[in-house]
């Protein structure tokens, strides 16, 4: 653990950086700066990045990293966020309200819309479905087409702060800082509690391992048998975000003190220490062809990075 520990100190790029005048710091392709920001996502085709911030989703292309729509959400800030598995719809979560926009014409075509609260998490399922995990515990799969419940779940006794589906789709879990879920999508009965905080969750490609943000850790836990595989220590404070690269080599963390950071699974070490957002890393993601980084602060401020540029110049 002790090793873990000091490689990412080695390897830490070198300063943290100010977003104010100074350049870019080795491996990033672009950075700005929103009045706040709390989810973030590539679309499936990887042209465009969506962030969930104040009044609004906002939609940037990754060609050129222009803004190119503003999907409005009136009077409440955007807590949630994702693309459906053909990216023709984008669904947000704020206050007691879940959108879903056709991404083509920027209009809404349903609205969910009850007392459950803030919308912490939200997954497009199979078909035409979407689950929605809420501020306050809740869990509901909703059926678009039909616009009602197929059932609503009490699983947790602290807001849902990730939905996330196997890649067989067989699988999904949900996790709150109560426990980790993982739920058998073909009678959504629970298969196994996990116990410990799970401020985000994630599958590896393969399927195999649920990553897990637990207080400081990174943790794997073996989604056949349930036991945990392997922690990875070197954040400071609790990491609330983890990602995991499309070809399952990287994971990557956002944490409470304020960094990122990238692991290599298989070693169970940490590889790159990205510094300088400024406030608490609330979100990290890959794009879908694994050649991109995206870091993000609840201060607003949005970092890209070039991964391969970003490994090489940690090894320098």
């Given at each position: 653990?002790?090793?873990?520990?000091?490689?990412?100190?080695?390897?830490?790029?070198?300063?943290?950086?100010?977003?104010?005048?100074?350049?870019?710091?080795?491996?990033?392709?672009?950075?700005?700066?929103?009045?706040?920001?709390a989810?973030?996502?590539?679309?499936?085709?990887?042209h465009?990045?969506?962030?969930?911030?104040?009044?609004?989703?906002?939609?940037?292309?990754?060609?050129?990293?222009?803004?190119?729509?503003?999907?409005?959400?009136?009077?409440?800030?955007?807590?949630?966020?994702?693309?459906?598995?053909?990216?023709?719809?984008?669904?947000?979560?704020?206050?007691?309200?879940?959108?879903?926009?056709?991404?083509?014409?920027?209009?809404?075509?349903?609205?969910?819309?009850?007392?459950?609260?803030?919308?912490?998490?939200?997954?497009?399922?199979?078909?035409?479905?979407?689950?929605i995990?809420?501020?306050?515990?809740?869990?509901?799969?909703?059926?678009?087409?039909?616009?009602?419940?197929?059932?609503?779940?009490?699983?947790?006794?602290?807001?849902?702060?990730?939905?996330?589906?196997?890649?067989?789709?067989?699988?999904?879990?949900?996790?709150?800082?109560?426990?980790?879920?993982?739920?058998?999508?073909?009678?959504?009965?629970?298969?196994?509690?996990?116990?410990?905080?799970?401020w985000?969750?994630?599958?590896?490609?393969?399927?195999?391992?649920?990553?897990?943000?637990?207080?400081?850790?990174?943790?794997?836990?073996?989604?056949?048998?349930?036991?945990?595989?392997?922690?990875?220590?070197?954040?400071?404070?609790?990491?609330?975000?983890?990602?995991?690269?499309?070809?399952?080599?990287?994971?990557?963390s956002?944490?409470?003190?304020?960094?990122?950071?990238?692991?290599?699974?298989?070693?169970?070490?940490?590889?790159?220490?990205?510094?300088?957002?400024?406030?608490?890393?609330?979100?990290?993601?890959?794009s879908?062809?694994?050649?991109?980084?995206?870091?993000?602060?609840?201060?607003?401020?949005?970092?890209?990075?070039?991964?391969?540029?970003?490994?090489?110049?940690?090894?320098?």
């Amino acid at each position: 653990m002790k090793n873990s520990v000091t490689i990412c100190m080695l390897i830490a790029l070198a300063v943290a950086w100010a977003v104010s005048g100074a350049a870019l710091p080795a491996g990033a392709v672009t950075t700005w700066k929103l009045p706040w920001l709390a989810d973030a996502a590539f679309s499936p085709d990887g042209h465009h990045l969506a962030v969930a911030t104040t009044y609004a989703v906002v939609l940037y292309e990754t060609a050129g990293w222009e803004e190119t729509e503003r999907l409005p959400f009136p009077d409440t800030n955007v807590f949630s966020l994702t693309f459906s598995p053909d990216g023709t719809l984008l669904a947000a979560g704020a206050i007691s309200e879940v959108r879903v926009w056709e991404i083509a014409t920027g209009e809404v075509v349903t609205s969910v819309r009850g007392s459950f609260g803030m919308v912490s998490s939200v997954r497009f399922g199979s078909g035409e479905t979407l689950v929605i995990g809420a501020g306050d515990g809740s869990l509901r799969l909703w059926d678009l087409a039909a616009d009602k419940a197929i059932w609503v779940k009490f699983p947790h006794t602290v807001p849902v702060r990730g939905i996330v589906f196997s890649p067989d789709g067989t699988l999904m879990a949900s996790g709150g800082i109560d426990q980790a879920i993982l739920w058998d999508t073909a009678t959504w009965e629970i298969l196994n509690t996990l116990p410990g905080k799970a401020w985000d969750v994630v599958f590896t490609p393969d399927g195999y391992f649920l990553v897990v943000g637990w207080g400081k850790l990174v943790r794997l836990w073996d989604t056949a048998v349930a036991l945990l595989y392997r922690e990875m220590w070197g954040h400071e404070s609790c990491v609330v975000a983890v990602a995991a690269s499309p070809d399952g080599t990287l994971l990557a963390s956002g944490s409470l003190d304020e960094t990122a950071r990238l692991w290599d699974p298989e070693a169970g070490t940490c590889v790159v220490v990205l510094p300088g957002h400024g406030g608490v890393v609330a979100v990290v993601g890959f794009s879908p062809d694994g050649s991109l980084l995206v870091t993000a602060s609840d201060n607003g401020t949005v970092f890209v990075w070039d991964l391969p540029v970003l490994l090489a110049a940690s090894q320098r």
